[in-house]
């Protein structure tokens, strides 16, 4: 296997899905058609030239993976240069480059009852989990709870009323406003740990969903999960997906060690070529590797996207945050790079396992 790299990929259509958010379709051609082959709940990197600027942003798919075409939904963030740009800027036409399909928010189907707790922008890998399992396990059932500023900022509003008729007895979709007060108080308020315990109460319960799936700011993610285990919910059958754990680190990479001391021998794999440096400890290897070798993939830097996942093969490393990686996936000596520093006096890590 080798390690995930851009391919260039047609825009075909730019549509409004608020006033501040698109859909964004692609051209898959027929030689890209496997490697972009896609998981319900999986997200693409993106990378755009901005003013002389490389700015890669991960998006998670919001298609029906069904054999839905390609498709990602934009939110724009105040100042956020890439959402900016895709919000006003991108059109039909556009070629930009695109990394492969990844991430682990995914499901395999069951008959069961699923749930949702989404806002804002985190609806878009829920609506792909949640058009492709109803059409594909006629047994399974969803609860969708999701939050919003107000009812003008809800993205994939007309698609979820789609699927609603579609699927009247199998989809239950609750709003909640932030900023708008609904005629019921119980839909109006912030998704923060009591309106869910509350929302569980009067509107989905007493049988809960048993496998749930959370996207949304980090504070709404781990009230939830909070909640639902407290509820019984088996830990391992609730998933989250963050967007975003916090500002950015520079983007500016650790300058060369000026000499030896202190420092280690890192060795790295990339589409099967070797390379060695060496770092300081206090860099994390993707920052030092990237000295080395600019083409390795990355996109958060967050500790996020999984973009810059690769397996240790000798030596140890600490990871300061994983919010990507899943427990098979550590068991199988995989760490993000961009938040691993070594334990050790030599790490080798092999970004094509
Ligand atoms: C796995 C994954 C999937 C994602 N899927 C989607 C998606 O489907 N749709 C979508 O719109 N976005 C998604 N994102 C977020 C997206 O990658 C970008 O972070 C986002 O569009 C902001 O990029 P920007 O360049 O516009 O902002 P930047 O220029 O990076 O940031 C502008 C400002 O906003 C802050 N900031 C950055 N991101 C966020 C955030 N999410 N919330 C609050 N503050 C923030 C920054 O610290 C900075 O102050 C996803 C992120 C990840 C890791
Ligand atoms: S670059 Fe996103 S997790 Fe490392």
């Not at 896609?38 to 993976?65: E, F, M, P, W």
């Not at 609904?182 to 569980?200: Q, T, Y």
């Amino acid at each position: 296997m080798t390690a995930p790299v851009f391919h260039q990929l047609r825009v075909i259509e730019v549509t409004p899905l608020t006033d501040d958010a698109v859909c964004v379709s692609f051209d898959v051609p027929e030689h890209l058609r496997e490697a972009f082959s896609y998981a319900a709940g999986q997200h693409v990197t993106v990378k755009a030239d901005l003013d002389g600027v490389d700015v890669r942003r991960s998006y998670s798919i919001c298609s029906n993976a069904n054999g839905g075409k390609l498709r990602i939904g934009i939110k724009r963030l105040p100042g956020g240069a890439f959402s900016q740009w895709a919000t006003t800027e991108l059109a039909a036409g556009t070629v930009l480059d695109v990394m492969p399909p990844v991430g682990e928010f995914t499901v395999s189907p069951r008959p069961v009852r699923y749930g949702a707790v989404a806002a804002g922008s985190g609806i878009t890998p829920i609506i792909s989990l949640v058009s492709t399992t109803l059409e594909a396990e006629p047994g399974c059932r969803w609860t969708v709870i999701f939050g919003n500023r107000g009812a003008d900022s809800v993205m994939f509003l007309d698609e979820l009323e789609g699927l609603k008729d579609r699927y009247p007895h199998r989809l239950q979709i609750v709003h909640v406003l932030s900023r708008e007060q609904a005629s019921v108080p119980l839909f109006s308020g912030r998704i923060d740990g009591p309106k869910l315990d509350e929302l569980l109460d009067r509107v989905v319960g007493p049988d809960l969903p048993e496998e749930w799936f959370l996207c949304g700011p980090y504070e709404m993610v781990m009230s939830a999960r909070e909640v639902l285990t407290a509820r019984g919910i088996d830990p391992g059958l609730i998933h989250d997906e963050l967007f975003f754990a916090g500002p950015l680190d520079p983007a500016t990479l650790p300058p060369e060690p000026e000499d030896e001391a202190g420092t280690v021998s890192l060795h790295l794999t990339l589409d099967g070529r070797s390379t060695s440096t060496r770092m300081r400890p206090e860099s994390s290897i993707l920052d030092a590797a990237l000295r080395v070798r600019r083409e390795l993939p990355y996109s958060c830097k967050g500790g996020m996207c999984a973009s810059c996942k690769a397996r240790v093969l000798e030596g140890e490393v600490r990871m300061d945050k994983n919010w990507a990686l899943v427990a098979s996936e550590l068991a199988d000596g995989f760490v993000l790079t961009c938040q691993s520093h070594p334990l050790t006096e030599s790490v080798t890590v092999d970004y094509d396992a």
